[in-house]
């Protein structure tokens, strides 16, 4: 956990376990189902909380918890990650 959640861990915890089983989105390998153990979601939280206020996060994936994505928000409130670039291949153009 790099940066502690804004709401008290006993709190999130609550919340958290409230949500219910959390299942990633068929076929697909997203940040969700990083969140869906109380350690991935702590580990996870922060950085995928900033993805999603940055729009690098697709609607298709807001929408399928958005329970899930409200309480990461929420938790982890903060500015959106700067844009970086893509890493360029040794003598490509």
């Known amino acids: 956990m790099a940066k502690r959640p804004a709401l008290p861990l006993a709190e999130l915890r609550r919340r958290y376990d409230a949500l219910g089983a959390i299942e990633d989105m068929a ?5 969700i189902g990083r969140c869906a153990t109380w350690a991935g979601f702590l580990q996870a939280g922060e950085r995928y909380s900033a993805a999603i206020r940055s729009a690098s996060i697709s609607e298709h994936e807001l929408a399928h918890n958005p329970a899930l994505i409200e309480l990461i928000l929420e938790a982890w409130p903060g500015p959106a990650l700067p844009p970086t670039e893509w890493p360029r291949l040794e003598g490509m153009r």
């Open 27 to 31: 076929f697909e390998r997203t940040s």
